[in-house]
């Protein structure tokens, strides 16, 4: 849930509070737009929905400003980001299988986050683990989303597409594609990542930790 202090509508480069925390020189509205866009690729944009997770007094006058500003739009009870809306936050995204999460993750996410206003993370689906690794995850899908939709630095999370990689990318429609120091980018989709999307990647490795290395690590002390 995202919380605001009751304060009155700021205007631009006010100070704003987010969850009882100074937010310097935050433009209110382009907060809120984050937030949508959020709600939006999660799939919980209704306006019952934004409304929960968004506590401002003057709420619904701030969203009418956004819509006569062309940032937002309202359909059918549904909020949307428009392209206008969407130019004024920087979004990114970056996939894995986060099945046992390591401080290399956190690492990793962190440099992410710190880099966009929105992070989404694209959890691989199990079936995909097994046709890439010869084994299914110790942990199924379900689990490790919500264990990644818990940590600090993600905004949203969602599961891939078993079938066509290029899905998520479609929905969450990054400005950045982040890359672990050891990941790659699917065969099937290298040659379909729009132009104006940019590939980063993220030199974060930490010596010693890595989810093979855990595993190997547990068969040793458990002799399996």
């Known amino acids: 849930m995202y919380y605001y202090s009751q304060r009155p509508t700021p205007l ?10 100074p937010v310097k020189y935050m ?12 709600s939006q690729i999660a ?10 997770k968004i506590r401002y007094p003057n709420l619904d006058e701030i969203l009418e400003s956004l ?9 059918n009870n549904r909020v949307f980001v428009t392209e206008d809306g969407r130019k004024l936050i920087k979004v990114g995204l970056i996939g894995g299988t986060f099945d046992i999460i390591h401080v290399g993750h956190i690492a990793t996410l962190h440099d992410a986050k710190k880099l966009v206003d929105v992070l989404a993370v694209v959890i691989a689906r199990d079936q995909t683990v097994y046709k890439n690794k010869g084994r299914y995850p110790i942990n199924n899908e379900i689990m490790r989303l919500k264990v990644v939709s818990a940590l600090k630095d993600v905004d949203v999370a969602i599961l891939g597409d078993e079938m066509d990689f290029m899905k998520p990318i479609n929905i969450i429609k990054p400005d950045y594609i982040f890359l672990g120091y050891d990941q790659e980018l699917p065969n099937a ?15 974060t490795e930490i010596k010693g930790v890595k989810t093979t290395y855990i595993i190997r690590k547990l068969r040793e002390i458990f002799g399996l």
Do not use: A, F, Q, S
């Open 12 to 21: 631009y480069g006010e100070r704003v509070y987010r969850e009882g925390t």
């Open 27 to 38: 433009d209110i509205y382009k907060e809120v737009i984050k937030h949508v866009y959020i």
């Open 43 to 52: 799939r919980e944009n209704t306006l019952d929905k934004i409304k929960e």
């Open 67 to 75: 819509v006569n500003r062309g940032c937002i739009e309202i359909k």
């Open 189 to 203: 989709i290298k040659d379909r990542i729009p132009n104006n999307i940019t590939i980063v990647r993220l030199n």
